[in-house]
């Protein structure tokens, strides 16, 4: 499940919008709590060489941790689309944006035909099982609790909740539509690597590898 975080703006229509899962958020900061014990135990308590190969471990691991729990992050503003992923970043210019789409998992496709995964916007095919399966009941003139679902999130126009992944994609889309045509949403996609992250995993993994074959 994602959490869209809606910011206020001079311009409403154009607020800045971002999705985070609050999942990975949550299994993140336990999985940091977890190393940080281990290894502070392992550095309190340990040998010279399991110090050492704690720091490599926890070098090793935190980024890792971070990568795939705390830094997914989906920013959509006025102009263009910005998707934090565990390795990279892409910054999309609406113009360069031609589809999106969420079938096992959320994407987006540039002109091109180039696809970047969201990595902060999940797909829970539970949640949209349970979607269909109201839809199917407001379409046979039943009741649909209300038009909500503690784990669906709020529903349409007419009532019927969606998975968490739909709607965010369908508000993307709509941003998309509304920001292409823009001067300020030209331009072509910018990819960084995340290097950040990337180098003290690759020297932790190294020093990982070297201490434990010693």
């Known amino acids: 499940m994602t959490s869209p975080e809606q910011s206020s703006t001079p311009q409403e229509q154009y607020a800045d919008r971002s999705y985070r899962s609050p999942a990975a958020l949550v299994g993140g900061v336990l999985l940091l709590a977890l190393a940080a014990w281990l290894g502070g135990d392992a550095l309190v308590r ?15 691991v935190v980024p890792l941790v971070v990568a795939f729990t705390l830094r997914p992050l989906v920013r959509a503003g006025a102009d263009r689309l910005l998707v934090r992923n565990p390795f990279r970043t892409i910054t999309l210019p609406w113009a360069a944006v031609a589809d999106l789409r969420a079938s096992f998992s959320s994407e987006v496709f540039t002109a091109d035909g180039t696809k970047y995964q969201l990595w902060s916007i999940p797909v829970s095919l539970r949640q949209r099982k349970k979607a ?9 003139g039943r009741p649909v609790r209300g038009g909500r679902d503690a784990h669906l999130g709020p529903g349409t126009e007419a009532g ?28 072509a996609p910018v990819v960084k690597w995340a290097y950040e992250i990337l180098v003290p995993c690759v020297v932790g993994a190294v020093a990982l590898a070297v201490l434990v074959a010693l």
């Open 132 to 140: 269909n399966r109201q839809a199917q009941r407001a379409a046979a």
């Open 160 to 187: 019927v909740p969606r998975a968490t992944a739909d709607r965010s994609l369908d508000e993307l889309r709509e941003l998309q539509e509304r920001g292409a045509a823009r001067e300020g949403a030209q331009g």
């Open 46 to 60: 340990g040998t010279a060489h399991t110090k050492l190969t704690a720091v490599a471990g926890l070098l090793f």
